[in-house]
């Protein structure tokens, strides 16, 4: 067993290339978006249901909690680096590839959340799908890394045979 595996567990080698594609594909996209809209609301129509809109989201994923405030910011930091610890744990305890790629997503996601929160002070968010009036919430890729991770997670624990596993 080499000293990496050792630290990292089995798959951590994958579980952190996850973390850090979805770290640095968030980073990049946000960049993007940045340096293309100046003001909140600022948007292009892309299809006929998806929009690129620049929103800042002082809440959780989805713009849930979006009441802004230093001690609001503060604690969605802590509860973030809670659960990216969390997820570490996860990922270096993983018996199977799929539970530290999905914990790896969790990770990158979470901590593109929490640099723009220490740099920004709040989230950008810009993917805004769309029925006719009816806007889901803006999202990011980060928040994208966190939803799909833990939904597989989930799936995976709920309906995979233990067998199998």
Known sequence: MSM?????GRFGVPGLLAAAVILAADQASKAAILG????????VTLLPFFNLVLVWNHGVSFGLFNQ???TG???????ALVITAAMAVWMRRAARLIEAVCAGMVIGGALGNVIDRLRL?????FLDFHIAAWHWPAFNVADSGIVVGMLVLVVDGL????ATR
């Open 73 to 79: 910011t503060v604690m969605l930091i802590v509860l």
């Open 68 to 70: 802004g405030g230093a």
């Open 121 to 125: 002070g709040a989230v950008v968010d």
């Open 159 to 162: 309906f995979v045979k233990p």
């Open 4 to 8: 990496l595996t050792r630290v990292l």
């Open 36 to 43: 293309r809209f100046a003001e909140a609301g600022d948007g």
